[in-house]
Each structure stands twice: as C-alpha cells, then as structure tokens.
C-alpha cells in the first residue's frame, strides 16, 4: 500500500511563506497524478479534504483559484517527493493540510494512496 508522509507546515504571519512535502513511499508519479488538499478548521473528520493544487502525470498543474499565483506545486520524481511552496499567505490558508492522489486517479485502482496525517499550516494577522 503507498503511503505518504506530509511536512513542512507551520506558523506564520500573513505575507510569509512555506514549502510542504509530501514524501511518497512508491514511486507513484508516472502512472498517478498527485495533489494537495486542506481541511479548514472546525470541518469535520469524515469531510474529504478540498482540493487546493494538482499536478498530472505529464506535469501539467492546476489551482484554485484562491491561490493561484501564490502557490507552486512541483515533484521530483527521482525522490518521490511531491511540494507545495506556498507564498504570500493568508489568514485563509490556514488548514491541515494533505497529499494524495489527483481527483482524476483517486479512485482508480493503480493509485490507492493511504491518507497521510497531514501538515499543520497556520497563517495570522
């Protein structure tokens, strides 16, 4: 089973930046592509996470639309490894956030990635 593990969260002020990882325990890229949800605070559990970033198997990235020009996702598929560089950030940023497959592989069966625990992203005026 692919499992993931998320870092790199933290505490900032509005304006500052962080840079997530999300270290893949397969190399899942080629066939899978990857992406970065957040659970607001105060949702429940048993909510799947919201879309924030994805990026395809052939490299292609999407945003929302919240934060487009701010954040960057990128992998290196040498490493496993998926990241978030989020820049300028906002009070509304603030979420835990996770990676797992794109919305587009999530069900399918080459791509089953366990959720991971997350990465605590805290944003304040």
């Known amino acids: 089973q692919v499992r993931v593990r998320e870092s790199g969260g933290g505490s900032v002020q509005v304006g500052g930046s962080l840079k997530l990882t999300c270290e893949v325990s397969?190399?899942?890229?080629?066939?899978?592509?990857m992406a970065w949800y957040r659970r607001n605070p105060g949702e429940e559990r048993t909510l799947l996470p919201h879309l924030v970033s994805s990026i395809s198997t052939d490299g292609v990235a999407t945003y929302i639309d919240s934060v487009k020009g701010r954040f960057v996702i990128s992998q290196d598929n040498a490493e496993s490894t998926l990241y978030l560089q989020m820049n300028s950030l906002k009070v509304e940023d603030t979420a835990l956030y996770f990676c797992a497959a794109a919305p587009a592989d999530y069900t399918s069966p080459r791509c089953t990635i366990s959720w991971g625990q997350g990465t605590q992203v805290t944003v304040s005026s």
């Open positions: 397969q190399n899942v890229f080629s066939r899978c592509g």
